[in-house]
């Protein structure tokens, strides 16, 4: 089956928007700074582990929220609760993938930092939302949580896209020959 070509235009867009540099390389210079130690960089890089960390912790925010989303698909009371704190957990465990999202991205070339820098704004923009989904659910408001987490879901899946078209086609943090890419 052919690729569909208003998806690949996107992501060719997104490779060559020049205009997002500024912003990218400003990124790049803070996530450096911060995960300067090595043996962070490296316990972040997946090094320990002997593989990427970053596809891996990715699991624990999609998989609360999307049991979360089944959840509310299910008309039962008692899984308002049950719910809410799917969405806390994949809140939570979202902020330490991104943490090795973002010290992968920073050792990227060019087109994919730049692929990666929209995948983790439109994955902050789902963050936003799946917060402010825990915050109605919190003030009771199950029907505005609900619909704020299905709007976090769609806009997570464009990230998860992108996140794959940067990995299997940009080949991203691939290694060559079998180590953990970035493994200074």
């Known amino acids: 089956m052919p690729e569909i070509r208003a998806l690949r235009r996107i992501t060719e867009t997104i490779e060559n928007a020049s205009v997002l540099d500024r912003a990218v390389d400003f990124d790049t210079k803070i996530v450096r700074a911060v995960a300067r130690p090595k043996a962070l ?3 972040l890089h997946g090094v320990p582990f002997g593989h990427p960390l970053h596809p891996l912790m990715v699991q624990v925010p999609l998989g609360a929220w ?3 989303a089944v959840l509310d698909l299910v ?3 008692g899984n308002r609760k049950a719910s809410r704190h799917l969405v806390g957990v994949g809140i939570v465990a979202a902020g330490a993938a991104s943490a090795a999202g973002f010290v992968d ?3 990227l070339d ?3 930092r730049r692929t990666g820098w929209v995948h983790a704004v439109v994955n902050g ?3 936003t939302l799946y917060g402010l ?3 109605q659910r919190r003030r009771g408001n199950h029907a505005a949580g609900r619909l704020l987490g299905f709007a976090g879901l769609t806009v997570v899946s464009a990230g998860g896209y992108l996140g794959g078209h940067l990995s299997y086609r940009q080949r991203g943090g691939v290694s060559r020959a079998g180590e953990v890419p970035f493994d200074a």
């Open 75 to 77: 008309p039962n009371r």
């Open 110 to 112: 060019r087109e994919q």
């Open 41 to 43: 960089r490296q316990l």
């Open 125 to 127: 923009t789902a963050l």
């Open 133 to 135: 989904s825990w915050m």
């Open 66 to 68: 999307l049991s979360s």
């Open 105 to 107: 991205w920073s050792e």
